[in-house]
């Protein structure tokens, strides 16, 4: 087993947003977001149907994923009305390197809150995690995801064909920013 982390998470703050880690209060407002078939059709796992006991079972695993210094996940909170909007954070890590993974719930779209958490989660990373490479990619078919890697600063690299949560081929560009692009 790794290290147990030493940083204890309480939030992350920007203009608008408050980033924390999730918790099983979150489980019924993911599931209504990240269930949602436009979303879940966007990402390469989330699971559609997304149903009874799902957002439960995998908010569940957080804690432990955290404390074995694989994963960290955070809800995406509007700091005016305290509303769950999504959800980023560290998909996995080897060593220096890690993966970023985002949604937001559809209602939210198009109003930079993606941007402005993963931009303050690349910040965290950096500063807090011993991280010195961040990647991220996205479906072809989900440019806006892709925008959102710009605007967080990242930097494409390449394409490349994975299988989809179905099975199916998927068309994936990738992007990553290094720690010292941020200094």
């Not at 947003?17 to 019924?28: E, K, T």
């Not at 390449?158 to 081929?169: E, F, H, L, S, V």
């Amino acid at each position: 087993m790794k290290k147990k982390q030493s940083i204890i998470i309480k939030k992350i703050e920007t203009k608008r947003l408050v980033l924390r880690p999730i918790d099983l209060n979150d489980a019924s407002t993911v599931q209504k977001f990240a269930g949602n078939y436009t979303v879940s059709k966007m990402t390469m796992n989330i699971p559609h149907s997304y149903e009874d006991g799902m957002a439960e079972a995998w908010i569940e695993t957080q804690d432990k994923r955290w404390e074995e210094d694989e994963l960290i996940n955070f809800a995406i909170i509007n700091k005016h009305n305290n509303q769950l909007m999504g959800v980023v954070g560290l998909v996995e890590r080897v060593e220096k390197t890690g993966g970023i993974g985002y949604w937001i719930g559809e209602p939210f779209w198009g109003n930079g809150y993606c941007t402005e958490a993963t931009k303050a989660f690349i910040d965290f990373c950096f500063k807090h995690l011993n991280i010195e490479k961040l990647e991220a990619e996205h479906l072809v078919t989900n440019p806006a995801s892709g925008s959102v890697m710009k605007k967080s600063g990242m930097t494409f690299i390449t394409a490349k064909m994975n299988k989809d949560r179905d099975g199916n081929d998927a068309e994936l560009n990738v992007y990553e920013i290094h720690k010292r692009e941020q200094l």
